[in-house]
């Protein structure tokens, strides 16, 4: 599955040992963070994607996606306890960076975060960093082939899934993120 493609900073100057270093690069600070947003953030402005842009989570219409048995295991759920679910598309500029799943369990969120996730384009990350929450990464996968050259700005290229939790370690979400191309985009300089 391709994401759909929006504007975009040429590519075709990028080696492919260039597009590897700067995908090694992403998906490290990734795996050493806790919050995906605020790597993304810092990236996007290293990057000089858009200057006055910010992150956006756009919502991708479709079916509810309920947690599997394994999820609930690791989200720590009480009998009858609701995770809800919410899949956006997080964009810079208009460079379409990832696509997030997100698993999360509303009681463990405060009303006002719960409104903010249900009501806006704020990313997941911002809405809960009050809760200073960890990650606990499940998974690197990735998607294009190391030998494949540079992928274009929407072809799928790693996907994280990773646990967060609560200062108190206790697990408010699972996410399942798939970034593409376009995090190797570049702007002016």
């Known amino acids: 599955m391709t994401l759909p493609a929006g ?22 600070r990734l795996l050493g963070g806790d919050s995906a947003t605020s790597v993304l ?6 990057r000089r994607l858009a200057s006055s842009a910010n992150l956006v989570a756009t919502r991708v219409v ?21 995770v809800r679910y919410r899949h956006v598309r997080l964009s810079w500029g208009g460079h379409v960076l990832s696509q997030a799943e997100n698993w999360y369990v509303p009681a463990r969120l405060t009303r006002e975060m719960n409104l903010l996730l249900d009501e806006t384009e704020i990313p997941f990350g911002r809405v809960v960093h009050t809760l200073f929450p960890r990650r606990r990464n499940l998974r690197l996968l990735r998607l294009w082939p190391q030998d494949a050259g540079v992928p274009g700005p929407s072809e799928q290229v790693f996907a994280i899934e990773a646990i967060l939790s609560d200062r ?8 399942s993120e798939t970034y593409t191309g376009a995090i190797l985009a570049i702007g002016d300089p």
Do not use: F, K, M
């Open 7 to 28: 504007p975009h900073a040429p590519l075709a100057s990028c080696s492919t040992e260039t597009a590897e270093a700067l995908i090694e690069t992403l998906s490290a």
């Open 41 to 46: 953030e810092g990236w996007c402005r290293e």
């Open 62 to 82: 479709g079916p509810e996606r309920q947690p599997s048995p394994v999820q609930g295991q690791r989200l720590d759920l009480s009998d009858g306890e609701v």
């Open 168 to 175: 108190s370690g206790r697990p408010i979400c699972e996410v």
